[in-house]
């Protein structure tokens, strides 16, 4: 017998990690393995080995400090050195004592949602949203999401006034709301949310008594013509700066998913209090905290690699995008992230979650090629999927080419 808890758990394995490791299984390669898995659903970077591998294979001096135990929430230095290194890309001051250091961004979504809720009350998260906090958000803490889809004239993306009309709704039920979560720049849509929407939503927050949550995975990974605002940046005249929680991660802007290296900024007392205990349960080794203190150490070599980084970002979107296009496969336009969200609605066998479940199915089976479906998303139309492309310039475009052969 196990616990009902941990069933619950077992049962939540978000789909995009399940197909993931399928892919991975069997991975294509057009020299040794042409009939592989094109796994073009997990948003790995991987277009930074050579610019890493030089650092991460230099031999250093290993201290018997290394091997120690370090603060839970994160060694003093690494902390010094992300908030220097989050001060200068986001433009305000970071005090190095609101961080915390975390396995992997996944983690930093768990402490807060688990300092901020108790099981049974909700967080409201416009959709599409990133698959995967239906996990991060609930499979500890026992919250519940309420997701708030796109009002008349909002476009993909739910404006504030959904926002708000759902949070009343949801109370109007009797349901406890404590935060709004966005995922910033927007993950499926690869969308940078503007100053002036960004600031709305803080509004809206401050006026409905909500904390916000905002997952800026990507802030380094914006390479459209709309400025990244973080939301770091909200003053307090819009929002009590004690009630915004930012997560940040080593696992997409340095393509370093593997270490599992999560930060989280909050200012409030309390509720730093307690994601520092909560940190118990997942620090990062303190090897890798030196590895990645010394990485954020040599500002020159930052400074490039994150130049480097966003070209061939861009580069990457650029050359997706010109497949699609010439594949006739729709899309919507990227600002940032790894993926493009693209949409097979005309093929799909009947307008539904069924036929998109179906035509995923024959993607994976027919064409061998992985893509996460929009239902994972909780898209609002049938027929969306989530292409990620800074897997290598031979997958994507054998990708493509499978799935304009099995369309036809």
Not at 12 to 39: C, K, L, S
Not at 144 to 168: I, M, Q, S
Not at 257 to 265: N, Q, R, T
Not at 333 to 344: E, I, K, N, Y
Request: aromatic share 8%; proline share 7%; with cysteine.
């Amino acid at each position: 017998m196990v616990s009902q808890q941990s069933a619950r758990l077992v049962a939540g394995t978000p789909a995009i990690a399940v197909a993931h490791f399928a892919a991975e299984a069997d991975p294509y390669h057009p020299g040794t393995n042409p009939r592989g898995y094109v796994n073009l659903g997990t948003a790995e970077n991987r277009l930074l080995w050579d610019l890493l591998a030089p650092r991460l294979r230099a031999a250093r001096p290993v201290e018997a400090a290394d091997t120690r135990y370090a603060p839970l929430h994160g060694t003093a230095r690494l902390r010094e050195n992300v908030a220097r290194f989050l001060a200068a890309t986001r433009g305000v001051p970071v005090d190095p004592e609101d961080l915390v250091i975390v396995s992997g961004a996944t983690g930093a979504l768990d402490v807060i949602a688990t300092a901020l809720c108790d099981p049974g009350e909700a967080i409201v998260v416009p959709v599409p949203y990133y698959g995967a906090l239906d996990t991060d958000l609930t499979g500890r803490s026992g919250a519940v999401l309420v997701p708030v889809a796109p009002g008349p004239g909002d476009g993909l993306t739910p404006g504030p006034a959904a926002v708000a009309e759902a949070v009343r709704r949801a109370r109007d039920r009797g349901v406890t709301v404590r935060a709004l979560a966005i995922t910033s720049p927007h993950n499926p849509l690869g969308r940078v949310y503007p100053a002036g929407e960004l600031t709305a939503l803080a509004r809206v927050c401050a006026g409905l008594d909500l904390d916000l949550v905002a997952d800026e995975i990507y802030a380094n990974s914006v390479f459209g013509s709309t400025p990244f605002t973080s939301a770091l940046d909200l003053t307090g005249d819009l929002i009590d700066p004690d009630r915004v929680h930012v997560v940040w991660g080593f696992a997409k802007d340095f393509g370093l998913p593997g270490l599992k290296v999560g930060v989280l900024h909050t200012r409030g007392a309390r509720v730093r209090d307690a994601v520092r205990e909560l940190a118990y349960f997942a620090p990062v080794s303190t090897d890798t905290q030196w590895l990645l203190a010394d990485l954020l150490d040599d500002k020159g070599w930052l400074a490039d690699f994150l130049d480097e980084h966003r070209r061939r970002l861009s580069a990457s979107y650029t050359r997706v995008t010109a497949e699609l296009t010439a594949a006739g496969l729709a899309f919507a336009p990227a600002q940032a992230g790894f993926s493009v969200w693209t949409s097979l609605r005309p093929w799909l066998a009947r307008d539904d979650a069924a036929g998109e479940r179906e035509l995923w199915r024959r993607l994976v089976d027919g064409a061998r090629v992985s893509l996460t479906p929009g239902e994972v998303f909780h898209a609002t139309e049938p027929g969306w999927f989530r292409l990620c492309h800074t897997v290598g310039a031979d997958a994507v475009t054998e990708g493509v080419r499978r799935i304009r052969q099995l369309l036809g």
